[in-house]
């Protein structure tokens, strides 16, 4: 039987060393296994991984909306 090579790269949060499983992509989302960050490979050789991105939608939440309609109130 065959055994499995896990990969492993370093956590860009806490450096301890994260599985990123048999055959890496970049792209795929690995969580540091130490401090449970969400993690991105962003390249294969060697392997580096990043912060997940994740975009912040809150911008134009209603409390967003009720600051503009405050500001545009007090526009001469």
């Given at each position: 039987m065959k055994s499995k090579k896990n990969t492993v790269a370093a956590c860009?949060?806490?450096?301890?060393?994260?599985?990123?499983?048999?055959?890496?992509?970049?792209?795929?989302?690995v969580n540091c296994r130490f401090c449970g960050e969400e993690l991105e490979i962003i390249k294969l050789n060697p392997i580096i991984l990043d912060w997940l991105y994740v975009p912040n939608d809150d911008i134009y939440s209603k409390e967003y909306e009720d600051e503009l309609s405050l500001a545009n109130k007090w526009e001469y």
């Open positions: 860009p949060s806490c450096g301890g060393r994260t599985l990123v499983g048999d055959h890496p992509q970049i792209g795929q989302f």
